[in-house]
């Protein structure tokens, strides 16, 4: 969370075996071989962005995050080439198969003989789209409010906190739930709009915080006084400020925006099951038979999944871009 | 303090005035009220025609905001369309039923949390510690209608295979069975149990990464550098401190879980507010979904400003002015 400098024991600091940041171990940042330096005095040269790698490669539970997340989506965005079958291939002889590797049903059928990993993986691709699209519709979202609110200040930072403050009071699901039953109707693109009207919140506040505070700097001034305009200065200048958390807020917000879909879903007021498969809408019709086993266990543990590897993958973000880590390697 | 909390509630009025004016515009837009009335061919037109007269449905919905404001509040929340019924004692009913399952998951979830951080913080990097650390990174992804659906599914099969009643998967009593009896605790055991798990797993982490921050700071090293003996410095120094944001967090929870868990009483048909919400928004009964929402955020509200009383009892350094 914090990341005020650990005391690090005596003992440890002989040789720092792992470094922890908020209950995650992190692989310890020593300095690369190459930047040592073998001629001498030469240094390479490193920007931010390549420390922010560095440290990012480095972590091991993010990367096993992001190969999971590849993985997992992968699956989904190839869906036509990776499922064996088409998701609406209806195979009567088959019905409520168990999962079998010889009938080549290898997560079971359903209760009209569909086959269950096809099904899995086109719901992926569901939850990716809904989750990708809400994550990003809302940091631009909460992006401008946030940069707005957070640079000009007074007035229009008040009504806009207002805003925030209202909708935070709303009880989330149960608008989300209202809104997706009476505007939703079964869309897939409705109810992605509908859950980005939510999820903006969190990064506009974040966003209004380092405007605030960035907005009365001395180089925020130099460029005034240099004859930038307000737009310039909020993008060019505060802007790149702000992208580590906006970027960390957006990939955790894809775990919770696929998380919410598939509660909607499983509801009943999400996607439309008949023409979307979805995983929360696989979950709800497993409700019909609890004696296949199968039914609920594979779309529930491809939602537990994705969003344990984007869990890790967000804290090794989190880590990795906020530059405050260069202690490490002083 | 109290000019404090007199102005947060002073101002969380205008917040529920507009929350629920912006909500109930929504609604009216989105639907007609009496649409499950007109689609039954056996209520003659001109009874629909009188309805809508007695109920203001003609009016523009400014108006017809402020004839529902007024039933609301003189008529204890006013009468669904659907049924002609009072939606008070339907409130009163689920939202107590709510709050058994609710206060008794917290309950739990907070002693155990509280718990199991401490020993995790204490025995960093112990197995105990990565055993719980891991757990609790799988209970805060794990969705909570999942994690319902395997109980329920886990007691179905333990029931047709041996015939044994452990817990019920559904429902609240049986027939003629009271509110504090063994049935009523068999039929709340899972639910009780999902939303424990997910509570479990946030507090956990929450206690030990605020034992963690505290156990790093100055006056703790000053208490143990002055001789102060160990489980001293833990119980006074640490665990106090820790405890801070940890009720904050859990206030917060409980505002949400209280409006009703409505993906968990949803899969165990618990008679819950979260369960008469949804039955209500599948049958189009508008003022009772209207009600719903203006009582969760009232309840949200009442207990943000509870996290923040709270919080600043328990931290002097934090004054509210």
Known sequence: ?330 | MLTYIARRILYSIPVLFLSSFLSFVFVSYAGNPLGNLRSNPRIPANTLRLVAERNHLNDPVVLRYFYWLKDFVTDKMGKSLLTFQPIWPDVHRTILHTAQVVLIAECLAIILGVAVGIFSAIRQYSVFDYTFTSLSFLGYAMPTFWLGLLLQILFVDIYLKWHVRIFYTSGLNNIGQGTWSLDRLQHIALPVVTLCVVSFALYSRYMRASMLDVINSDYVRTARAKGVAEWRVVTRHVVRNALIPVVTVAALNLGGLLGGAIVTETIFTLDGFGYYFIQSLQNSDFYAVMAYLVVTSVIIILFNLIADVVYGYLDPRIRYD
Not at chain 1, 140 to 156: E, F, H, N, R
């Open chain 1, 1 to 330: 969370m914090t990341d005020s400098p650990t005391p690090v024991p005596p003992a440890a600091q002989v040789a720092p075996p792992e470094q922890t940041i908020d209950g995650m171990v992190v692989a310890p940042a020593t300095f690369g071989e190459d930047s040592t330096v073998a001629a001498g005095l030469e240094v390479a040269v490193r920007s931010q962005w390549d420390y922010a790698r560095r440290r990012f490669l480095r972590h091991r539970l993010a990367m096993i995050g992001f190969v999971g997340l590849v993985i997992i989506f992968g699956a989904g965005i190839f869906a036509n080439w990776v499922a064996p079958y088409r998701p609406t291939d209806i195979d009567l002889n088959n019905i409520l198969h168990a999962p079998a590797v010889a009938g080549q049903h290898y997560f079971g059928t359903d209760d009209t003989g569909r086959d269950y990993l096809s099904r899995v993986i086109y719901g992926i691709r569901t939850s990716l789209e809904v989750g990708v699209t809400v994550a990003f519709v809302s940091s631009i979202v909460g992006l401008i409010i946030g940069a707005i609110a957070g640079y000009y200040g007074g007035l229009i930072d008040n009504l806009l906190m207002r805003l925030t403050d209202l909708v935070l009071t709303l009880p989330a699901l149960a608008v989300l739930l209202t809104a997706a039953a009476l505007l939703g109707q079964g869309s897939q693109w409705r109810l992605t709009f509908i859950l980005a009207g939510f999820f903006w919140t969190g990064i506009a506040r974040v966003v209004r915080g380092v405007f605030l505070s960035l907005r009365e700097k001395e180089y925020v001034e130099a460029a005034k006084a240099s004859g930038a305009g307000d737009a310039r200065i909020m993008f060019r200048h505060i802007l790149p400020n702000t992208l580590g958390p906006i970027v960390v807020n957006a990939t955790i917000s894809v775990a919770a925006a696929i998380i919410t879909e598939a509660a909607l879903s499983f509801l009943g007021f999400g996607v439309n099951p008949l023409t979307t498969p979805s995983l929360g809408g696989l979950l709800s019709s497993a409700q019909a038979n609890p004696q296949q086993w199968w039914l609920t266990i594979f779309p529930g543990l491809t939602i537990v999944l994705i969003t344990l590897c984007v869990n890790f993958l967000g804290d090794g973000l989190r880590d990795a871009l906020d530059p405050s880590q260069r202690r490490v390697r002083a």
